[in-house]
């Protein structure tokens, strides 16, 4: 058989189509293969999937088309401009049309399907995590309207942090209702794996609903919320102002409207999430937070702001199984670790989950993971 | 042709920034909406607000004034006096009923081709948008908008 | 007398026609009033196309000519001396723009064509109403002011100076020079830098008809091609230039020091200074803002040392004028600040470098004496040079800095010549396009520097393992292999991107040009006229215009000196005839028209109670008609009528 490559210009005619109009742009300089976090623990170009996804050469579609995390790191630095993530998505999009998505990832869009939320749990049991604690429901008069995230809704681990987050609101004095229940996934990690007719499915869910209750400002606990509703719900119908958590912490904290009391002496060190950070600018209020907190130490990983590490969640990647010392959430904790760290700071329920998860794996009781909510709220 | 209503617009533009934009716009191949017509004079301080006048009464939908950003105008200042004439022609248009996204100032620059660009085409639609312009009192002020001399 | 039209429609080749049906554009004209003629040709630009326009002038005795072709811009003047020798004054003519404002920028073939006849009905419209005008002329002032002593300036002023004009040359640093004098070797020869400069340098300061003003800059610039009036600011050098000898005492016995500009900060100057050792003018400047004694009064140590007694503590600023003929701005590039580099360890990692703090750090008079060392005085075993840092990048850049590649290749060969350390370069692609530049590449490969095709993504100093310990470590993919490697290195060199020089938009605005959309000034045709401006009279040389390196800065400066030697050699320039003029009978006296101009062309006389119009500083700018309430002025070649006739053409209004 020769060893001749033909190029097949259908593959790119269809990616720009779909709307992967920077394809082309694209002048091979390798920038993003080299600022890709998977080198550290794997081979993964994803200059190699555009080269390839350019000429229309079989390689594209590969397994290693699932491996991008989504975090941003290379978008940010591309000389061309080239929409790496919105391709990465655009060809997932395509070749999930074909069925070929792996399956792991065809079980959680089956209970997005059936359920609306990705983790298989009782659509009427949105609200479980209240167990007795007392919740207001949005009534159209309060200012802000509270956004469960999945993650905080179905997964014990992360339903403490909303639970910390309504002691942390009310001691400001935040007027706030929870949605209550009946909003869907806001589908930014099912949009990111391809799911097109899905992601659309939950927008049109969650506009309807949101809009008819009159939400004007919705308050999130998730950076990928954060980044749907602002970036890609308003072309959608959802023209809400939308304000993460962390932002609106620092703002009660820094006009003295929440007062930290109690000295919480952890030495913390933060993890930037990249939906919050290098995707929407975040990177001062959650430190502005935790600077705040009596008695708290903060430090820095080697790569923070902007560099961050990502923990590898996103994009999908938190429903797909990755070998333990392939997990950049492993490196993170060991980097945390050999700092010296008592607890990893975040705020961003995938975030939360990959380290609860990497911590088990390596066995490291010691070291705390949490969201810069649940450590205000010990402060309060 | 299709009767679907196609905005007329007249732009009344300097030579040296904006005429030169709009030619940098050719040179680079930019493309927009085909619904303007270009008048050129040496400097937007040129421009008459009879001209504004004049180009509704002869039924355009809408006019845009365009010379040099502040601080660039080939005559130091010329645009200076167009930006200080600018509100009075305003109010006057509106006092005549005629809707404010009627008329546009705008400064493109000579290196500003792809501005040039997207004020024709956004001024085009929302000129679209509003529809032709039924100008009711088009002939009372014919003679606001004469020369009052020969030359 | 009814005016007889003629109408050329052009092709211009595929231009328009591939756009605009001219057939149709001609038989519409054909039927409007006043047109006795109406064609198409294939170019109208060319001998026969103006050929075309002369003999229908004589054939159709035509009293007015419209040639709907490109923008006025490009070819009015074309025409309108096409028209002057057929023997009709070049103001009967008027141009449609029927190029860049129809066919270019429209895909729709039959709205391009409706709109092409629109633009040429408004043409004709005014055409119809214009009138003759007088051409005059002004003597041209014989002196060039040259603005900025970099290679550029010193080229062109060189040129001009030995045609026999007088030159002014205004320089803003203490010496000339530029950025050339700032470099060790260049590529692709290796040439000593200073070896070739400086000969040059001290040609400019003894030349005879060169007026060289250092450590000046340019205030003011006033009047118009032929005629400009030029203020310059020469600022206090505290030295008195006709008694110092240049022979550096008060340099050596200064205590007072501070960064040197010259070295890009890596070694200290004193406060009274010379750029640099072998700089022209020799003789220092105090400056002022550093000096021990201006800061608190005390120290005055130089003069104490300085035998003719040449410094002047009560020196000030002078602004002297200058008549001159033609601008030639040389005012050189500047560089990326490359503090916004950080992802690549600048201002992280101290022994990561740009090229320019390399040139110096190679360089005999430079902080090392030219050893290639790190921070720690120690030689680099190994050192990376990356491309394309800051340019070619949308997140800076865009363009590309055509000297990097070459440089980065002279680094290399330096760094190996001197230190025999591993040389890495990075890149995404080599540019050697030059006479003697692939060939200069090629010699690197034989020398063993190695190439990574990649560019590099970041540089830290955080290890992966025991041999990156201490290192600096580049990561790239190599994009020709699919991997993406790891190399440390004891030294990174930034190739950083050349930039518009920081105040480019200042610079721009006091001689009237344009920035292109890269910053750099706008040329007035990108090809055939790289060295003038939009500004008659006023040229452009060397890097200011675009990044350039030194064979095509020379070669640009001696072409923008030919230019404006051109010019001066003429000996006369045209004059606006587009002027305004105050009808007598209607003037009301208001006074109005003498506020707005921005020239100050309009004089009121008392007695008459009367405006005038002084024709020979009015511009033809309009802005007084516009503003006169009894609509008494008139704008020549821009009247009312004409205007308002165009309007009245702009569209077939029912
Ligand atoms: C690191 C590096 C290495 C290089 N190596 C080479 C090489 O090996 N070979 C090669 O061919 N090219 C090389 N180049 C390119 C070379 O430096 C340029 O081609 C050359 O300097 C351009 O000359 P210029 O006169 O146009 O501008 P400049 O050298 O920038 O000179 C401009 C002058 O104008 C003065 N000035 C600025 N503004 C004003 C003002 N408003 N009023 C008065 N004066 C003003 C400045 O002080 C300066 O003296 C290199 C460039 C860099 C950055
Ligand atoms: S960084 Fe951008 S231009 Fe470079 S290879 Fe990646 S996508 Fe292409
Ligand atoms: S978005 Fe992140 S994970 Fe995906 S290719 Fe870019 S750098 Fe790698
Ligand atoms: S007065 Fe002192 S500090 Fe100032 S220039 Fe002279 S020696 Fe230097
Ligand atoms: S046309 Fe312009 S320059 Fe001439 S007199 Fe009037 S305002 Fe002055
Ligand atoms: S020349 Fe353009 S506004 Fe005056």
């Known amino acids: 058989m020769s060893h001749y490559a033909t190029p097949m210009m259908e593959v790119p005619d269809m990616i720009v189509e779909s709307g992967g109009r920077t394809l082309d742009l694209c002048f091979q300089c390798g920038t993003c293969s080299g600022t890709c976090p998977w080198n550290l623990v794997r081979d993964f170009r994803v200059r190699d999937i555009l080269t390839r996804a350019q000429l229309g050469l079989e390689g594209y579609e590969g397994e290693d088309l699932w491996m991008c995390a989504t975090c941003n790191a290379c978008v940010d630095r591309c000389p061309q401009g080239v929409e790496i993530v919105d391709l990465v998505r655009t060809i997932r999009m395509l070749i999930a049309e074909t069925g070929a998505a792996p399956k792991t990832l065809r079980a959680v869009l089956g209970s997005v399907q059936s359920n609306g939320n990705p983790w298989s749990g009782d659509r009427n049991a949105r609200m479980a995590w209240v167990k007795d604690q007392p919740v207001r429901t949005f009534d159209g008069t309060h200012e802000y309207a509270y956004f469960t995230c999945c993650t905080q809704a179905y997964d014990p681990r992360n339903a403490k942090v909303v639970r910390a987050a309504v002691r942390v609101l009310d001691a400001g004095g935040v007027s706030y209702g929870f949605v209550g229940g009946s909003e869907a996934c806001c589908g930014d990690a099912v949009r990111k794996t391809g799911a097109e007719t899905n992601f659309q499915n939950l927008a049109a869910h969650n506009v309807g609903l949101l809009n008819g ?166 402060a309060l | 042709m299709s009767n679907a209503f196609e905005p007329r617009i007249v732009v009344l533009c300097c030579n040296w920034c904006t005429y030169a934009g709009a030619d940098l716009a050719g040179t680079s191949r930019m493309k927009y909406a085909p619904n303007v017509r270009l008048v050129r004079v040496m400097c937007s301080g040129r421009i008459d607000p009879a001209f504004v006048l004049r180009a509704f009464q002869d039924g355009a939908d809408g006019v845009l004034i365009a010379g040099c950003h502040p601080g660039d105008c080939h005559y130091i200042n010329g645009n200076l006096k167009t930006m200080r004439r600018y509100p009075a022609l305003e109010t006057m248009v509106q006092q005549f009923g005629i809707e404010p996204h009627r008329l546009r100032l705008e400064w493109i620059s000579a290196a500003e081709g792809d501005r040039f660009v997207e004020v024709v085409n956004e001024m085009t639609e929302q000129v679209r948008a509003l529809g032709p312009l039924a100008w009711k009192q088009r002939s009372a002020v014919a003679d606001l908008s004469g020369s009052p001399h020969a030359g | ?420 350390a591993t040389v890495y370069n990075f890149y995404i692609d080599m540019r050697c396009f030059g006479k003697g530049y692939e060939e200069f590449y090629n010699r690197l490969l034989h020398e063993g520097v190695k190439f990574v095709r990649g560019k590099a993504a970041f540089v830290t100093d955080q290890a992966a393992n025991d041999d990156e310990k201490g290192k600096l470590v580049v990561s790239a993919e190599s994009t020709t292999l699919g991997e993406v490697l790891r190399v440390p290195v004891d030294m990174v060199i930034l190739a950083s991107a050349v930039a518009p020089q920081k105040d480019a938009e200042a610079v721009a605005r006091q001689f009237g040009m344009g920035l292109s959309p890269d910053g750099f000034f706008m040329e007035k045709h990108p090809k055939l006229e790289p060295f003038s401006t939009a500004t008659d009279g006023v040229f452009l040389a060397g890097a200011c215009q675009s990044p350039k390196d030194i064979p095509d800065t020379v070669a640009h400066g001696a072409a923008a000196a030919s230019t404006a030697l051109s010019l001066i050699s003429r000996g006369t320039v045209e004059v606006e005839s587009a002027t305004a003029e105050v009808l007598t009978d209607f003037c009301s006296g208001c006074k109005v028209c003498q506020d707005v101009c921005p020239y100050g062309a309009i004089s009121f006389h008392e007695d008459t109670k009367l405006a005038e119009v002084n024709a020979s500083v009015c511009k033809g700018c309009g802005t007084c008609v516009a503003t006169c309430p009894s609509g008494a002025i008139v704008g020549r070649h821009f009247n009312d009528r004409q205007i308002l006739a165009q309007i009245d053409a702009a569209f077939l209004w029912e």
Not at chain 1, 357 to 377: N, P, S
Not at chain 3, 214 to 228: A, L, P, Q
Not at chain 3, 385 to 414: P, T, W
């Open chain 3, 1 to 420: 007398m009814e005016p007889r039209i003629g109408v050329f429609v052009c092709h211009c080749g595929t231009n328009i026609a591939g756009v605009v049906d001219v057939n149709r554009v001609v038989e519409a004209a054909a039927r409007w009033p006043d047109v006795v003629h109406a064609v198409e040709y294939k170019f109208m630009c060319s001998d026969p196309g103006q050929g075309l326009v002369k003999d229908a002038i004589v054939k159709h005795d035509l009293s007015r000519v419209v040639v709907a072709a490109c923008s006025p811009r490009m070819h009015e003047p074309t025409f309108r001396k096409a028209c002057a020798m057929a023997g009709l004054n070049p103001y009967l003519f008027e141009m449609a723009n029927i190029r860049e404002h129809c066919s270019w920028v429209h895909e729709d073939k039959e709205a391009a064509t409706l709109k092409a006849i629109d633009i040429v009905r408004a043409a004709v419209a005014k055409a119809r109403l214009l009138e003759p005008l007088q051409t005059r002329f002004v003597p041209v002032t014989q002196k060039v002011l040259v603005v900025g002593g970099g290679v550029a300036g010193i080229q062109a002023a060189l040129d001009i100076a030995n045609a026999g004009t007088k030159v002014v040359m205004v320089e803003r640093a203490q010496s000339i020079g530029g950025h050339m004098a700032q470099l060790d070797k260049t590529f692709p020869t290796l040439d000593c830098s200073a070896c070739i400069l400086t000969p040059k340098m001290v040609q400019v300061a003894q030349h005879p008809n060169i007026e060289l003003m250092t450590y000046s800059e340019v205030e003011s610039v006033d009047g118009f091609v032929g005629n400009f009036t030029v203020k310059i600011r020469r600022k206090a050098r505290y030295v008195d230039e006709a008694v110092c000898t240049a022979c550096g005492v008060c340099i050596e016995k200064c205590p007072k020091k501070v960064p040197s500009e010259f070295d890009e900060g890596m070694m200290p100057r004193k406060a009274i200074y010379r750029s640099f050792p072998q700089a022209v003018p020799g003789r220092p400047v105090i400056d002022k803002e550093s000096c021990t004694y201006f800061k608190n009064g005390k120290c005055k140590i130089c003069e104490i040392f300085c035998e003719p007694k040449a410094i002047r503590w009560d020196d000030q600023d002078q602004v002297v004028e200058e008549k001159v003929g033609a601008i030639l701005v040389a005012t050189g590039m500047g560089l990326i600040d490359p503090h916004g580099l950080s992802q690549w360890g600048y201002g992280r990692y101290p022994n990561v470098l740009t090229g320019l703090e390399f040139e110096r750090l190679n360089n005999a008079t430079g902080p090392t004496g030219g050893r290639i060392v790190l921070k720690d005085g120690s030689t680099p075993k190994s050192v990376a040079i990356l491309h394309c840092i800051g340019s070619r990048d949308r997140n800076h850049k865009e363009y590309c800095s055509r000297v990097c590649c070459m440089y980065a290749l002279k680094f290399a060969h330096l760094i190996k010549e001197k230190t025999h």
């Open chain 1, 213 to 378: 209750l009159g939400v004007k400002h919705l308050l999130v606990p998730s950076p990928h919320c954060l980044n749907t509703f602002r970036k890609e719900y308003p072309e959608l119908g959802g023209k809400w102002q939308v304000t993460h958590v962390v932002e609106l912490l620092a703002d009660l904290v820094m006009s003295g409207r929440l007062a930290l009391k109690n000295a919480v002496p952890l030495k913390t060190i933060y993890h930037d999430p990249c939906y919050l950070g290098r995707n929407n600018g975040i990177y001062d209020a959650p430190r502005d937070v935790l600077r705040a907190v009596p008695g708290l130490e903060l430090m820095e990983f080697g790569h923070t702001r902007e560099e961050a590490v990502c923990c590898g969640g996103g994009g999908g990647r938190l429903w797909m199984e990755t070998p333990v010392e392939e997990r950049f959430a492993v490196l993170k904790l060991r980097e945390a670790q050999a700092r010296g760290a008592d607890a990893v700071v975040t705020a961003c329920p995938y975030c939360i989950s990959m380290f609860e998860d990497a911590k088990t794996a390596l066995g490291l009781d010691q070291l705390q993971v949490l969201d810069v909510v649940e450590v205000v709220a010990a």
